[in-house]
């Protein structure tokens, strides 16, 4: 992690701010197709791990 900056560091794995419920709602709901792929994983465990992981992505993708 040589590459990030102090701040990057700091900040790293993290959210930048507290999202507010307008936010979580656009990044954690879910789209038909962002459902069909989560379901399409074996067990609850791994399709509500995918849904998380697709929130935080688009959580950092949107900043």
């Known amino acids: 992690m040589a590459f ?11 959210f930048t701010a507290v999202p507010n ?3 979580l709602a656009g990044y954690f709901l879910l ?11 074996r ?3 791994s399709q ?3 849904g998380v992981q697709l929130g935080t992505v688009r959580a950092v ?3």
């Open 31 to 41: 789209d038909r197709e962002a459902r069909r792929r989560a379901m399409a994983c």
């Open 4 to 14: 990030l900056t102090d701040d990057q560091r700091r900040s790293y794995g993290t």
């Open 43 to 45: 067990g609850a465990r």
């Open 61 to 63: 993708r949107w900043r």
């Open 21 to 23: 419920d307008g936010q």
């Open 48 to 50: 509500l791990g995918y």
